[in-house]
């Protein structure tokens, strides 16, 4: 064992010590899983395990801030109550003593196989990356079996998050890379009995298949075969923003195209943000046993802001987004809530709500509420809604803006996108955060916000007439049991 063998002890006292004070916490999530205690990022080893879903995810829990990192561990059986299970995995190791780093799950004869990357960290700082295994028996306890690929020749020691899945009776694992040259790739290895790993070498990154600079390094790569497609997400660090595009510190977003399995190649279009708004990064996807492609992502991202989030005050930041189902039309990747979130639904209300120019409407809402609306015709001319008196949508020739007040509380800032017309919503807002799926999941746009307790309005405004369709749940809440 490594030094910090009392990582368990000390995780434990900070869970307990800080259980009070979440009470107090009105920004603290009903329905989306966060970290007990301390920082959550990224999603891992999501899989149905003998028919249980299992949530892996990145946890620091002893500070709101990025290091030595552990694997959380939720579980479900609808995809909508989650229970904390033990931590699954803590970096105790030599190869992983400064962080067990992203990876994923895999089952295989009745085990579950994780690989994740081992972190290491020496007395200057210097960094070396091990792509590393756990296997369980029963989904609850792990053992570790140590490293089963070192980063090749030609490679930086940022080399992390292998994504493994079968492909024709062989495995493959995506990892995410920066080569020596300094540019983000997606490379693949391959084995067949998921212990002896060979590498095999990039299938995408920046300057290859016809991208221009693109990234310093690639992060949570994830391949997979969806509609008949063959559908890449990573997330790229290093873009420049571009017009609307970007403006997040890093990006995650998708490619769409064939990839041959006997060639380890891989063709494909354009790089596509896979959400809108501010706080979304690091998704995972996995297939459950009724077949659907479900993906989760860190709702959150490590910037200059992060720190004035209030929950801070309270020892935890960031949390997951809700699962989504995936699907293919066109060229664009579509994301829907799991229909089991419907499960969450309670009172309802609906308004038909006629528009003219320069009205509005105005509804209470809780602050977990699902709110739908289908337009009859397509917005013409501004339209403007704002959540809670703090979150404030605006669509208007074929741009949306989302604006919310920044989180130290003086001014708002934005994103924006292009969206063709704007046909239907579902928005989906916990205490402090909100998901909007608009136009059928087309576009997605996730932000965290952190409203006033009494801000309990939505109200909508046009400059021309809107016709639609509006209906408001409120969700039940306490899906989230944490230990
Ligand atoms: C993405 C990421 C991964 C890494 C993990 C560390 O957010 O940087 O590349 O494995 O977080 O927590």
Redesign the pocket.
């Known amino acids: 064992m490594f030094e910090d063998n009392d990582y368990r002890m000390r995780l434990e006292e900070a869970v307990q010590q800080n259980r009070r004070q979440i009470g107090r916490d009105s920004y603290r999530l009903e329905y989306h899983m966060m970290p007990p205690v301390g920082f959550l990022?990224?999603p891992n080893g999501l899989v149905q395990y003998d028919g249980t879903y299992h949530a892996f995810f990145?946890w620091n829990p002893f500070e709101t801030t990025?290091g030595k990192?552990a694997w959380g561990h939720y579980t479900s059986e609808d995809l909508v109550s989650w229970k904390m299970a033990p931590v699954a995995l803590m970096p105790d190791e030599w190869y992983d003593k400064n962080?067990c780093?992203?990876g994923s799950a895999v089952e295989h004869e009745g085990m579950l196989y994780l690989f994740y990357?081992g972190n290491v960290k020496d007395e200057e700082n210097r960094r070396s990356s091990y792509q590393c295994l756990a296997v369980s028996e029963d989904g609850m306890a792990f053992k570790k079996h140590g490293p089963v690929l070192h980063v090749p020749k030609g490679y930086t020691p940022d080399f992390?998050?292998p994504k493994v899945w079968r492909e024709n009776g062989d495995w493959l694992m995506i990892i995410?890379a920066q080569n020596e040259a300094g540019q983000g790739e997606a490379v693949l290895a391959r084995s067949e009995n998921l212990v002896d790993w060979t590498f095999i070498g990039p299938i995408a990154g920046s300057g290859r298949n016809g991208l221009g600079d693109f990234g310093y390094m690639w992060?949570?790569p994830d391949l997979f075969r969806l509609d008949g497609q063959d559908v890449l997400i990573v997330?790229p660090q290093g873009l420049e923003a571009e017009g609307d595009k970007y403006h997040n510190l890093f990006q995650a977003g998708y490619f769409i195209g064939d990839f041959d399995p006997s060639q380890y190649t891989y063709d494909h279009g354009d790089f596509t943000e896979l959400d809108r708004g501010f706080d979304f990064?690091?998704p995972q996807t996995f297939i459950d046993d009724d077949g659907r492609r479900i993906l989760l992502a860190?709702m959150g991202m490590s910037d200059d802001q992060e720190q004035n989030q209030p929950t801070v005050e309270n020892d935890w930041i960031h949390a997951l987004t809700i699962p989504r189902v995936l699907g293919i039309e066109g060229d664009t990747l579509t994301q829907n809530p799991v229909p089991e979130i419907e499960r969450l639904r309670g009172e309802r209300r609906h308004h038909d709500i006629l528009l003219g120019a320069g009205e509005a409407f105005r509804e209470e809402i809780g602050s977990c509420t699902e709110i739908s609306m289908d337009f009859e015709s397509p917005v013409e001319g501004q339209f403007e809604m704002v959540i809670r008196n703090d979150l404030k949508v605006t669509y208007e020739n074929n741009r949306m803006v989302v604006e919310r007040t920044v989180f130290s509380g003086k001014g708002t800032e934005q994103r924006a996108f292009f969206l063709e017309q704007l046909s239907g919503m579902r928005i989906f807002l916990d205490r402090s955060s909100v998901e909007m799926f608009i136009n059928g999941g087309k576009e997605v746009c996730t932000c965290r916000f952190f409203p006033n307790e009494d801000d309990t309005g939505v109200e909508l405004k046009t400059h021309a007439e809107v016709k639609c369709d509006m209906t408001l749940w409120n969700i039940k809440k306490d899906t989230i049991d944490m230990y």
Request: aromatic residues 16%; hydrophobic residues 10%.
């Open positions: 990022n990224d990145q990025h990192k962080g780093y992203s990357t992390r998050d995410g992060e949570c997330c990064y690091a860190w």
